[in-house]
């Protein structure tokens, strides 16, 4: 039971960084190794409901989770390779719209 304490805190602790984190030009790229299940790197990937600590909901998602094992089964490893760059830098693009939309939006609002 200890340990799963320790758990949902270090993940409280991770969600509290990353929404702090959401309003600075920020993106996390998570590449899980293994066979673990991997809820909580999905939900921090927050694609569905953003992430929220304390009542405060992230300003963007900075996160892309994205599990290894969905490509290394791969005949072709180089196009295993390939698929899995293509994947891990899927939202870096919008991450990075969404973050020079905001910066000017808040110039704006200043």
């Not at 799963?4 to 030009?25: D, E």
């Not at 899980?32 to 909580?40: I, Q």
């Not at 005949?75 to 295993?80: L, Q, S, T, W, Y």
């Amino acid at each position: 039971m200890e340990g799963c304490l320790t758990i949902v805190w270090l993940l409280l602790f991770v969600v509290k960084a990353i929404v702090k984190a959401s309003s600075l030009p920020l993106s996390i790229i998570i590449v899980g190794v293994g066979g673990a299940d991997f809820a909580a790197m999905d939900e921090l990937d927050a694609d569905t409901i953003p992430l929220e600590y304390n009542g405060k909901k992230a300003e963007r998602d900075i996160v892309q989770f994205v599990p290894f094992r969905n490509f290394q089964n791969l005949a072709n490893k180089d196009i295993a390779k390939a698929y899995l760059a293509r994947e891990v830098l899927a939202e870096i693009p919008q991450q990075v719209s969404r973050r020079l939309l905001f910066n000017e939006f808040r110039q704006n609002t200043a």
